[in-house]
């Protein structure tokens, strides 16, 4: 039972932690809380039921029309709603993100339109098969979420910390005018990170439609709202806290509803932001000083 | 090779540089002179690309470069080590070394990262470390030896002996001298104004945004004017100056 419970709560933390993961890229760089990150992810969930479900494609495949579709997504919403509004004088530091909120307005009522407003399940080949290993039995789908989630995570660390584009964006992340200084095309990194935050979103969405077998225009709110709170659990921008902090809440939310009330499952993460700011204002993994921006 | 033309900066609707005309030769180091806010580091920024001028021309190695990216600027040669350091404190030293030559694609990288390392220590012992628990004189070379690693044709220096201890500020003086020697073109933003105008050729001294006088570096020294102004001096002890200056 508990092993069961903790792996639940891996399989759903690591999907937290993606989901985190695109908010903290792009706050890192940007500096500004992207409100249609989860819009993204929902369309990214869309796109894996219809690929999968309508026209009947593999779900690898499925992944990659997702990448394309939520990467072409992000280029767009850089492209048209945050560009527009940078380093222009008078724009307040808000505009941003009151864009990003119309972008998810926009997102979430366009499907509706399209999809209606009704959960749609997301069928997988080997949703019902699991492996039973003693007593404790595992489902095929939480390995397939865990595995691509966990390589996800290390890719990109990796990719951060040894590609020159990885460090250029940590540069950027820093300080954009000296990463300026220092040759790099800020304007392009700022961009590349946008799509790369939306591509992992929406490789989420399809991760969460698996998992709950379920997607629905209005998922992207909810798993919005917690992608949030894991970065501010785990420090605003910081790559790590957003993995740790989502693997917290994920573990945190199973043990609750295991082994307490499930009707504070959502609950728990508000809770635990209000704790975790109490002790530690900045974050898990945040420095003390704040950036000078 | 660098030449500017009555170049007018605004901070909004501030006026920080009202027509600046001045010329760096090639080979040469250049010292900009002035009290603060006298407009020197917006010099320094509008050259390097970080501001651009409302007004005027800024021209590099013959060519028109007024508003280009401070990236495109460094892909011609130009490197600015901006006033406060502005190392990537989060990254390593070994790190902040690699994206002095980030625009770079020759096999040389590697090995010119090896020898900046050689020529300061401090830096190939901590270069794991993360650059922000250096001290500050290091930071200053980090700053200087990323900047380098650029290979660039005009170095931008602001103000690199700020608040630095005196035997560190004459280190700094000294591999700035090198830096030249080696062939690469140095203008100098300073507030120790004796220091720069020592090592300096040429000299421009700034005031609220012009500049109002400019020279050979030992005619500055000796100008009643500069000594009075920004040497610290009165003119009365202008002998004991020369001597030194020599």
Redesign the interface.
Known sequence: MLLEQLINGLTLGSIYAIVALGFTLVFGVLGIINMAHGEIFMVGAFVGVMTTGVLGWPLWLAFIASIVVTGILGYLLERMTLRPLRGKKGVSHLAPLISTIGVSILLENLSHHIFGAGNKPFRTEFAEISIEIGSVSIYIVQIVIFVISIVLMIGLSVWLSKTKAGKALRATAENLETASILGVNTKKIITLTVIIASAMGGIAGILVGMAFNSVSPQMGLAIGLKGLAIIILGGMGNVKGAMVGGLILGLSETFLVAYGDSGYRDAIAFIMIIFILLLRPQGIFGSKIAEGR | MLKLSNVETYY?QIQALKGIDMEVQEGKIITLLGANGAGKSTTMKTI???LNPKKGTVEFLGEKVTAL???QL??KGI??V?EGR??????TVL?NL???A??RKDKAVKAEIEEVMQRFPILKERQSQMAGTLSGGQQQMLAIA?ALL?KPKLLLLDEPSMGLAPLIVADIFNIIKEINSAGTTVLLVEQNAKQALKIADYGYVMETGKIIVEGNAADLLTDPRIVEAYLGRKSTSEQELVKEGN
């Open positions: 909004g390097a690309g970080l990216r401070p990236d460094l892909r490197a600015l901006p502005a190392i990537l404190s989060s990254m790190e690699e994206m002095g980030y625009h990323r650029s």
